[in-house]
């Protein structure tokens, strides 16, 4: 009775326990980002033997993950700083888990003009490291930032304003094309042993039905099976190829009797073929010149757009500090704020207008290249993976706390439905995840198109390659994993199954006879 009370509160301590592991496992991970989505990012200074606390970088100076980008970063006048001391910078990123070193940036040993490069090395939707360097910018890129010249040279002008370039690089642990194309031959090899086995199983009744489709009598076809030993001696006089052209003729009036199934076939290894074996025309020479004289003119546009951007800031700054609690009911907090929003959107136009212009030349940029180029390719091959990245990522989250809630709630003492119910929500997740995929990479396929300035039927043509491929890929994935988890459910079902009839057979009542005693036979 003892024994009894105490076995389900260890389960439940167990199951809490084992919870509390993986919450924390989950806890422990690092950040997860997804494209274009702002990495937060602090700054602090040193100066005079001290130094300052961390501060937040807006928004708008932040790198945004997997983006390139040049930014201008105010440097507000700190308190107690003179014109002789050294000013060094440090960089934080994603929480304080990256750290630069300390950047010399005003100083005997500093560059002059300065201007920081930082590299950020992704793996997949992580931040793996961060460094950083300080360089000195060339005369040409002096004369497209002059006015950020002027205020470092100015040791009296605060804020001054950081050019800070953010690159990433991408460390691969793992090559997701070549194990998929891996994983999807092994896949079709062992589909193809399957159909063999199938067919050495039923093979009179796939007989009867290629006799079927042939229109020829039942027992007259491959494998027919002999009936009586007169029928056999016909059949072995019969010529050796008739049975074979039969077979040849209801494999070719296979196709035509089921349309749907050998196009959706075709497709299917259509869209194979383009997603990992196809080869995209290669750039000439001639497209790559006339590519980056665009994109230096894009280029140009950046100076422009940072400093506009610089300004918009200060304009909305200043405008928030008469944001007060209320201030829509406040008469001269209204008045302030509206007499400061002229410059703001001003501001903004300009911003607006610049980015419009370096947009423009990005696509007439890539439009010298084409959209059936490498590059447009293998952008559209970039985009698909990181929205299939996106998909299996929320699938692993959501199997997740579906396994957390399900071990915590959890008051079976059945372990075998309890597994079941975890594969076959895991399954459900990954089938919503990779189908919300697909329709993000749709959904995003027509922007693509439209940055490389192609036709219309070009443009239609693409993404009807690009949506096969997609769904091809996404197709098989999923054949496989729901394969793989009928198979485990099968094996799971088939030993239950089993130890459950040893469990009967072991406790079958033994026979007796009419006195009581047990009889041994």
């Known amino acids: 009775m003892q024994r009894s009370s105490v076995e389900p509160l260890l389960r439940r301590l167990a199951l809490r326990c084992l919870a509390a592991l993986l919450l924390g496992v989950a806890a422990a991970r690092a950040t ?7 990495v937060p990012a602090a700054r602090r200074a040193q100066f005079h033997g001290q130094r300052t606390h961390w501060h937040d970088i807006l928004g708008s100076h932040c790198p945004k993950f997997g983006v390139k980008r040049l930014v201008a970063v105010p440097l507000p006048q700190p308190q107690g700083y003179k014109a002789a001391d050294e000013y060094k910078l440090q960089l934080s990123f994603d929480g304080d888990s990256h750290v630069t070193p300390w950047l010399a940036i005003i100083g005997k040993h500093a560059a002059s003009p300065p201007y920081v490069e930082v590299e950020l090395v992704r793996t997949g ?13 060339d005369a040409e890129d002096q004369r497209d930032h002059a ?8 040791a009296t002008h605060w804020p001054k304003h950081l050019l800070v370039h953010y690159t990433w690089r991408t460390q691969l642990d793992e090559d997701e094309e070549s194990g998929l194309l891996v994983l999807f031959s092994a896949g079709a090899f062992v589909a193809l042993l399957l159909g063999l086995n199938v067919a050495r199983t039923y093979r009179d009744k796939l007989a ?26 016909v059949v072995r006089r019969a010529p050796s190829g008739g049975s074979l052209a039969a077979t040849a003729r209801s494999a070719a009036a296979l196709p ?31 497209q790559l010149a006339a590519f980056n004289a665009k994109l230096k003119q894009a280029e140009a546009v950046v100076p422009d757009l940072s400093y506009v951007e610089v300004q918009l800031v200060d304009a ?16 001269d ?48 091959r970039e985009q698909f993976w990181e929205s299939y990245a996106s998909g299996k990522l929320f699938a692993q989250r959501q199997t997740f706390w579906d396994a957390f809630f399900v071990i915590i709630g ?62 091809s890929v996404i197709a098989s994935y999923l054949g496989l994993l729901f394969g793989a988890g009928a198979t485990a459910t099968y094996a799971a079902l088939s030993m239950a199954a089993a130890h459950q009839q040893r469990l009967e057979g072991g406790y079958a009542p033994r026979p007796r006879l009419a006195d009581g005693r047990a009889h041994h036979d």
């Open 410 to 471: 959890s008051r079976e003492r059945d372990w075998l439905a309890m597994l079941l119910n975890l594969l076959f929500r895991t399954l459900l997740n990954f089938f919503t995840g990779m189908c919300v995929s697909v329709f993000v990479f749709l959904f995003s396929l027509p922007s693509l198109i439209w940055s490389y300035q192609a036709p219309l039927w070009s443009g239609v043509a693409f993404f009807c390659l690009a949506a096969v491929a997609a769904v």
């Open 147 to 154: 006015p950020l010249v002027k205020e470092f040279l100015n």
């Open 316 to 331: 909305e700054v200043e405008q928030a500090q008469h944001k007060v609690w209320f201030w829509r009911f406040k008469a």
């Open 333 to 380: 907090a209204r008045a302030a704020v509206a007499a400061h929003q002229p410059a703001v959107d001003a501001a903004q136009e300009r911003v607006q207008r610049l980015r419009d212009r370096r947009d423009q030349l990005l696509r007439e940029a890539k439009a010298e290249l084409g959209l059936w180029s490498e590059a447009g390719v293998e952008e559209a």
């Open 32 to 38: 997860e980002f997804q494209e274009s989505d702002f």
């Open 208 to 233: 009867a039905f290629l006799a079927d489709v042939a229109g020829e009598a039942p027992g007259t076809g491959l494998g027919a099976p002999p009936v009586e030993k007169a029928e056999t001696a």
């Open 256 to 286: 035509l009797n089921y349309p749907c199934l050998a196009l959706t076939l075709a497709l299917w290894v259509l869209g194979l073929f383009l997603a990992f074996a196809a080869k995209p025309s290669k750039i000439s020479d001639m």
């Open 125 to 137: 939707s992580e931040i793996k490291s961060v460094s950083a360097q300080v360089f000195a910018l």
